[in-house]
């Protein structure tokens, strides 16, 4: 009786291996291996993080470099990702296959700062996004467009030279790299706000968009780790400064819109041509448009370009002086 036990218990048990063996290969074959791109050895937990350094996409491209890999496969955090670092695949992912690759991940920073991911960053793809995005290209990027934009740029260029041919002795040394962004930063916020960037330490415009650009910036790990985001977000402290961020963006804007509808917005000097809000308003009461552009939409299209290059390191330069030098 036991042998007799034992037989069907071996019996059982090579059955059981052999239909384990049936469903791996039947399963095998009709779902083939994928062919993954190479990776880099990586480390648990936080996979490939520990290579990334203060400057990414170098550190990405050496990595591409050393591996002889235009396709790298990298594990951040618990977020899968590939980096191309080929032209030709570069066009082949988002150009041939732009549908399948034109959404963006909805980090925190942008579901709050972007007031719902509505800018065309942080868009999903779909009507709004190609609404959003024909705005942009028409009525900011367009050639004409650009062009009306030449007179801006001169202009600032000019202040800046007149007050730096003035107020700096010869053997002074210059930061050129300060005077650059803060002509760049005067340069985008006459397009986009028909007013020169807030320099001063105490202005809330300024204040804000700096903050919103370290937000936008930083390191996060929700975004590196989506499961663990509800929980470190909360005890960090990260969603708290999202949400007065936002609440003082929202402020911002509803008073420089307010201006342009109002009519209270006092334009420079020699500007004639409308700017980004105003282009915004009127596109908004257009009745063509596929998605209607709310408020909200509104505001995170504006701020676009000013959050682009906000930060300042430092103020030395008298921003009256140099409308005086202008002159």
Same mark, same amino acid.
């Given at each position: 009786?036991?042998?007799?036990?034992?037989?069907? #218990?071996?019996?059982?048990?090579?059955?059981?291996?052999?239909?384990?063996?049936?469903?791996?290969?039947?399963?095998?074959?009709?779902?083939?291996?994928?062919?993954?791109?190479?990776?880099?050895?990586?480390?648990?937990?936080?996979?490939?993080?520990?290579?990334?350094?203060?400057?990414?996409?170098?550190? &990405?491209?050496?990595?591409?470099?050393?591996?002889?890999?235009?396709?790298?496969?990298?594990?951040?955090?618990?977020?899968?990702?590939?980096?191309?670092?080929?032209?030709?695949?570069?066009?082949?992912?988002?150009?041939?296959?732009?549908?399948?690759?034109? #959404?963006?991940?909805?980090?925190?920073?942008?579901?709050?700062? @972007?007031?719902?991911? @509505?800018?065309?960053?942080?868009?999903?793809?779909?009507?709004?996004?190609?609404?959003?995005?024909?705005?942009?290209?028409?009525?900011?990027? #367009?050639?004409?467009?650009?062009?009306?934009?030449?007179?801006?740029?001169?202009?600032?260029?000019?202040?800046?030279?007149?007050?730096?041919?003035?107020?700096?002795?010869?053997?002074?040394?210059?930061?050129?790299?300060?005077?650059?962004?803060?002509?760049?930063?005067?340069?985008?916020?006459?397009?986009?706000?028909?007013?020169?960037?807030?320099?001063?330490?105490?202005?809330? &415009?300024?204040?804000?968009?700096?903050?919103?650009?370290? &937000?936008?910036? *930083?390191?996060?790990? *929700?975004?590196?780790?989506?499961?663990?985001?509800?929980?470190?977000?909360?005890?960090?402290?990260?969603?708290?400064?999202?949400?007065?961020?936002?609440?003082?963006?929202?402020?911002?804007?509803?008073?420089?819109?307010?201006?342009?509808?109002?009519?209270?917005?006092?334009?420079?000097?020699?500007?004639?041509?409308?700017?980004?809000?105003?282009?915004?308003?009127?596109?908004?009461? @257009?009745?063509?448009?596929?998605?209607?552009?709310?408020?909200?939409?509104?505001?995170?299209?504006?701020?676009?370009?000013?959050?682009?290059? @906000?930060?300042?390191?430092?103020?030395?330069?008298?921003?009256?002086?140099?409308?005086?030098?202008?002159?």
């Amino acid at each position: 009786m036991e042998m007799e036990l034992n037989l069907v #218990s071996y019996v059982s048990i090579a059955l059981f291996v052999l239909s384990g063996a049936y469903v791996y290969r039947t399963t095998r074959s009709r779902s083939p291996r994928q062919r993954l791109p190479p990776a880099p050895p990586g480390w648990p937990v936080i996979g490939h993080l520990h290579l990334l350094t203060d400057m990414p996409h170098h550190a &990405l491209a050496e990595l591409a470099k050393t591996m002889r890999a235009p396709l790298l496969r990298l594990r951040l955090g618990s977020v899968p990702a590939v980096v191309i670092s080929k032209p030709d695949l570069a066009r082949a992912a988002l150009t041939s296959n732009d549908a399948a690759m034109a #959404s963006r991940p909805h980090l925190l920073s942008g579901q709050f700062l @972007s007031f719902g991911c @509505s800018d065309v960053t942080f868009a999903p793809a779909g009507p709004y996004h190609r609404m959003a995005r024909r705005v942009v290209v028409s009525e900011l990027l #367009s050639a004409r467009r650009v062009a009306t934009y030449g007179s801006v740029r001169g202009k600032e260029l000019r202040r800046l030279l007149a007050h730096l041919t003035k107020n700096t002795a010869p053997d002074t040394p210059v930061d050129l790299s300060e005077c650059f962004l803060n002509l760049a930063n005067d340069v985008l916020c006459r397009v986009a706000f028909g007013r020169r960037f807030p320099h001063g330490k105490d202005d809330k &415009l300024a204040a804000v968009l700096a903050e919103a650009q370290d &937000l936008f910036a *930083g390191f996060t790990v *929700g975004d590196f780790f989506p499961e663990l985001e509800p929980f470190a977000s909360t005890v960090t402290g990260l969603r708290r400064r999202l949400k007065s961020c936002l609440a003082d963006l929202r402020e911002v804007c509803d008073d420089i819109v307010e201006e342009h509808v109002s009519g209270k917005h006092q334009r420079l000097p020699g500007d004639r041509d409308e700017d980004f809000v105003d282009v915004l308003l009127r596109v908004q009461k @257009s009745p063509d448009l596929e998605v209607p552009l709310t408020d909200d939409n509104l505001k995170a299209l504006v701020l676009v370009r000013p959050l682009i290059l @906000s930060r300042s390191p430092g103020e030395k330069y008298d921003r009256a002086a140099m409308d005086r030098d202008m002159h």
